[in-house]
């Protein structure tokens, strides 16, 4: 996978591009952020089901989402086994990267500190972002946690119409 990701991504000429369980580990991530910095077409990268991404995999990529030059508007990172520690460099990515205005994380483990930290960044003014999705919080602390609701309420606010909040509350086992 990482040579046909080093020969034929950069060449790649459609808007949006798949690697949907495609084995991708964070050993390919370099390459793939190599691929990305080439490719001034690609505005879609689906990267769903591949579970051993994780989170050093996704820190290598938010290194090239927060450059200038990437054209990225959607990015699916769903079931990936992401967890809160991959969440400081996806907060920066939301801030510094312009393009950005789609973001899947479904079904990762954020956890409720992973969570907040990306809220904060939401009501950020340079942040473009208009649809996330993320799964699998601790209920009872985000109910619980009014700033967390303020966060949520202010991005709803911030983009009104072109919206998509996704949210499924479930108990995380301690």
Not at 36 to 64: A, F, I, P, S, Y
Request: hydrophobic letters at 35%.
């Amino acid at each position: 996978m990482r040579e046909e990701i080093r020969s034929n991504f950069p060449h790649y000429v459609f808007g949006s591009c798949s690697l949907f369980s495609s084995d991708l580990t964070a050993d390919c991530c370099g390459d793939l952020s190599s691929a990305l910095g080439m490719n001034q077409v690609l505005t879609e990268l689906d990267l769903k089901w591949n579970r051993q991404l994780g989170d050093t995999g996704v820190k290598v990529l938010c290194e090239r989402l927060k450059h200038p030059s990437c054209r990225l508007k959607k990015i699916r990172f769903s079931w990936c086994n992401l967890t809160a520690d991959c969440c400081s460099d996806l907060s920066t990515v939301l801030i510094t990267n312009q393009i950005l205005t789609d973001l899947d994380l479904g079904e990762n483990n954020l956890g409720y500190s992973g969570v907040k930290l990306l809220c904060e960044k939401l009501k950020d003014q340079n942040c473009k972002l208009r649809k996330i999705r993320w799964t699998r919080i601790n209920g009872d602390k985000f109910c619980g946690d009014f700033g967390l609701v303020q966060l949520l309420i202010h991005f709803l606010k911030k983009h009104p119409t072109r919206q998509k909040w996704n949210i499924k509350a479930e108990k995380l086992s301690s």
